[in-house]
Structure formats: C-alpha cells, structure tokens
C-alpha cells in the first residue's frame, strides 16, 4: 500500500499544534480568573461602614492588609468565617483585617452575621460596586493579602482554608 | 457504478488530505465546547442567590455622613455630599475625551456593555445579564462614559483588573494572534488543498486520461472489470 506523504504533513503541521494548544488549554481551570492586580498597588479607595464610619484604605499603608469581599448570604463565607476571627485575634495590632461587603447586602443583615459568627473587622458597603469591580471580584468569598507598601501579594477566590491563610499572614509579616 | 467507484476512490483521496483540517476544527469546537461548559454560577458562588437591589439594597444611614475618626484602622469621616469610593484616574489617567450624555452616552454603554464579559455568566455580555455584578459593571462603564473616558480607558480600565478574561473579542495581539489566524490558515489550506486537485484532474483530463478512474490497481480488480461491462460502461 502506497504511502501518501502530503497528508501525513499536513496532518502534522495543523494537528501537532493543535493538540499542544487544547492541551494547554485543559490545564486551565476555566472557573479561575487569574488577577492581574497581583504584584501591583491595590487600589484606593473609601467607604463606608453601616455603624456610620468609613475606611480610607490609603491611610492603612504602612502594615499589611487582609482585605475580604464577602456577604451575609454567603456559605462559603460563614465556613471562613471563624479562621478571619481567629487570625484576626491573632495579628492583632500587626495586620489590619477588613470586610467588604456588597452592594446587596444590608445593615441588618450584617449585624446578624457577626452577631451570629462572632466579628473579625469592619466590615464597609460597597454602594456602588465599584470597589469590587476596580479588584476585578468575580466570586465571593475573595481575599486580597496586601503588603505594608500597598502591593497585592496574594488573592484567594473561594473560601479560605487555615493552611493557605497561615501562610499568606506569615508571607505578610 | 463505475463513476461511484471512481468518484469514491477520489474522494477518499482528497479527503486524506483534508482530513486532518477536519479533525483539528472538530477538536478545536469539542475544546471550545468543553471549555465553556462551566457552571453559570462555580459552586459556592452566591451572587446569583443575593437578594435584589430592590429587596435587600439599603441607602447609607443618615447618620453616617459623619463617623469618628480612628487613625488606627484607617477610619475616617466623611462628607456625604462629594463621597467618591473610587479615583478612577488613579488607575487609567484622567478622561480623554469630552464628557458624553443623553442617548449618545446610553448607546455608547450599549456598545461597549456587548463587548465585555460577565464574570459571573456563561459567555455572557454584561450588556445581557441580570446579575449584581453585571449590573454594577454596566453602571461603571456609563459613569467612565459620561465623565470623558474614552472606549480604550474604559476596556482598559477593566481589563486592569479582571484580565483579558473580560473581554469578549481577544485583543490582536501576542498569541491571541493564533485565534484570528488559525480560521484563515485553515481556509487558505482548504483551498490550497482543492485548487491542486483541481489542477491535476484537469492535468488528467488533458492527456487523456479518464480522471474518474484511479491510477493502476483498478485494472487488478476482476470483479470492477466485470461490473463496469455489465453497466456498459
């Protein structure tokens, strides 16, 4: 049997590649979004509280930052929970630890959170949204470590677990 | 049956050229296929569950305007009336172009909304989507709009914090080339591939040769000889 070459070239110029690509590709968790903050100055911004406080995060350069988006309503949230309360006891007055909350939450809502779970820190009213979108959050619970010069070392989309929040602090410190 | 069987043998030589293009488009649709059947919402992602702007979103208390200062945590008081969260210049410059307003800015957030992705949505536009952060993100693009951003700022000024993940059309640039020119490299293989058959059919046909019928073994087949004869052929 005659052994035809072009195809056998052809085959192997567009496949070859092609398979180097997918493979590639499928090493991608799509429901990752790297952030292209890491490494670069966390945005600045103020807002507010619901006990009638706000948080100008420029003011808090100077010593590292935990900075957490959650909700009331979210279960990953209340299963994190208790590893910010107990960090946040642990890093007191080394690492401020602050809670962003979105647009749809409510005062009344967070006030039985952490009257429920217990508190870890302030937690500020993203009114707008705008907060949110300028740290490109996309899931929550999301964790930003930002060190004491204002970079965003390390983000975690998803709940937190003790081991990476121990060693994203200690990286902190 | 002749002209089937000559027809088939030429086909299956065409086709073997082809059929590698073939089954890298049909892998590379299977990938896509695959690589957008996430979930609309990964699990554990709550926003789609949140309660409604209108049934849970609650105005800042009155009383907040003015909060006690504490240098320690970053606490500051405020007034409401300028309360800004946010300098967008910080982050992409000033605007640079005129502020925009009326239908003009409404068709222009229409526009770039459809061009960028809800995060939170399968293949979504945020133009097209119900979700909070959709809503926020079609609410932020008008405000950079009205204030002057121009289109690139804005697309820019999201990009800067979601990545090129937020784009619906990948840039032309860098290897996001491949994706604009694989369809067209596959196209102008296609036709390369069809114009050098073409060309040695009509090769054939010029010296003679009945092009229908393959080149030699044929005329090994007794039973293909016996057929074309009672066919007339």
């Known amino acids: 049997m005659a052994i035809h070459r072009t195809p056998l070239v052809v085959g192997a110029i567009v496949g070859i590649p092609l398979i180097v690509f997918l493979a590639l590709g499928f090493r991608h968790d799509p429901n990752v979004i790297e952030s292209p903050l890491l490494g670069k100055p966390a945005p600045s911004f103020v807002l507010r509280d619901f006990d009638g406080g706000a948080v100008d995060f420029a003011s808090l350069r100077g010593q590292p930052v935990v900075l957490n988006f959650w909700a009331s309503w979210c279960q990953p949230c209340v299963a994190e929970h208790p590893l910010l309360v107990e960090a946040a006891r642990r890093y007191a007055g080394e690492v401020h630890f602050i809670g962003v909350v979105p647009t749809e939450d409510t005062a009344d809502a967070v006030e039985r959170f952490t009257r429920h779970l217990g508190k870890w ?44 929040l121990e060693q994203s602090l200690e990286a902190l410190l | 049956m002749r002209r089937a069987a000559g027809l088939g043998a030429r086909a299956s030589r065409i086709e073997s050229p082809l059929r590698g293009v073939l089954l890298a488009a049909a892998l590379a649709v299977l990938a896509t296929a695959l690589a957008q059947a996430q979930p609309v919402e990964p699990p554990g992602v709550p926003v789609e569950t949140a309660p409604s702007a209108g049934e849970g979103a609650r105005d800042r208390p009155a009383e907040a305007a003015g909060g006690d200062a504490d240098s320690g945590t970053g606490r500051v008081s405020r007034a409401q009336d300028d309360f800004a969260p946010l300098d967008e210049a910080e982050l992409v410059g000033p605007p640079a172009g005129p502020p925009i307003a009326g239908e003009e800015l409404e068709s222009r957030t ?53 990545g090129e993940f937020v784009l619906l059309e990948p840039t032309t640039k860098g290897f996001n080339l491949v994706v604009w020119l694989l369809p067209v490299a596959g196209l102008l ?45």
């Not at chain 1, 965003?152 to 998803?158: E, L, T």
């Not at chain 2, 050098?196 to 092009?211: F, H, M, V, Y």
């Not at chain 2, 030699?216 to 007794?222: A, E, I, Q």
């Open chain 1, 121 to 164: 820190g302030p937690a500020y009213h993203d009114a707008d949204g705008k907060v949110s979108i300028a740290y490109g959050v996309f899931k929550l619970p999301e964790t930003y470590f930002v060190a004491s010069d204002g970079t965003i070392v390390h983000k975690v989309a998803g709940p937190l677990d003790r081991r990476t």
């Open chain 2, 110 to 162: 229409r526009a770039l909304a459809s061009r960028m992705r809800c995060p939170v949505c399968q293949g979504l536009p945020i133009a097209d989507s119900p979700s909070a952060s959709a809503l926020a993100m079609v609410s932020q693009t008008r405000d950079l709009l009205a204030r002057g951003y121009t289109e690139k700022q804005v697309l820019d000024y999201f990009v800067r914090a979601y």
């Open chain 2, 189 to 233: 293989l296609g036709a390369a591939l069809i114009a050098r058959r073409l060309r040695s059919t009509r090769r054939a046909a010029r010296s003679g040769a009945d092009p229908s019928r393959p080149d030699g073994d044929d005329d090994l087949d007794p039973y293909l000889e016996r057929v074309r004869s009672e066919i007339g052929s």
